[in-house]
């Protein structure tokens, strides 16, 4: 779980919400952030795949207070693609990007070291962490079920952009 897949990713434009609040929350305000955000596909032009949710996490988002973080709920589009009212662009440059995969129950105990088992394999690995452009979170339809945290089938793909 812990031993990263390095690849090259090509450039990603995202385009979604910003949702916030405690980490503890998130569980709750992700889906109905992707929810919210499927509602609203009919007005974005140039969706790539509509079942695949990318979140983009900037860890130095300084305009939330302490023991808060943001993600914005994404899909991939077009480069050209405008940004609607209510909806934030990030455009992220093609780059090389440590890869983490977790399989399984978000309810399993596993699950809980997964983001400290990632910083600390970067950290053994010497591999260095973009920090300052942030990650991303890949979940897709297929293989991830909103409704059912325990579904052993659920699946997360974690990159982290390299220096």
């Known amino acids: 779980m812990f031993e990263p897949e390095i ?11 910003r949702v916030a609040g405690k980490p503890k929350d998130l569980g709750k305000l992700v889906p109905k952030g992707w ?14 795949d509509s079942s695949r949710q990318i979140g983009f996490l900037l ?5 939330l207070p302490l023991g808060r973080i943001a993600t914005y709920i994404s899909v991939e589009v077009s ?3 405008p940004e609607p009212k209510g909806l934030k662009r990030h455009d992220l440059p093609a ?3 440590a890869v983490f995969t977790y399989r399984g129950s978000f ?10 088992g990632i910083f600390k394999a970067l950290q053994e690995s010497g591999l260095e962490f973009d920090g300052a452009r942030g990650w991303i ?3 897709d339809d297929a293989s991830h079920n909103w409704e059912d945290k325990a579904d052993p089938k659920n699946e997360l793909r974690v990159a982290f952009p390299l220096k």
């Open 137 to 139: 979170e890949m979940y």
């Open 79 to 81: 480069p050209e693609t």
């Open 95 to 97: 780059s090389r990007y």
């Open 59 to 63: 860890p130095n988002d300084h305009i």
């Open 7 to 17: 690849l090259e990713l090509p450039e990603l434009h995202l385009l979604g919400l």
């Open 35 to 48: 929810r919210d955000l499927q509602s609203r596909l009919s007005q974005i032009e140039g969706v790539k």
């Open 107 to 116: 309810l399993a105990p596993e699950f809980a070291g997964f983001y400290p």
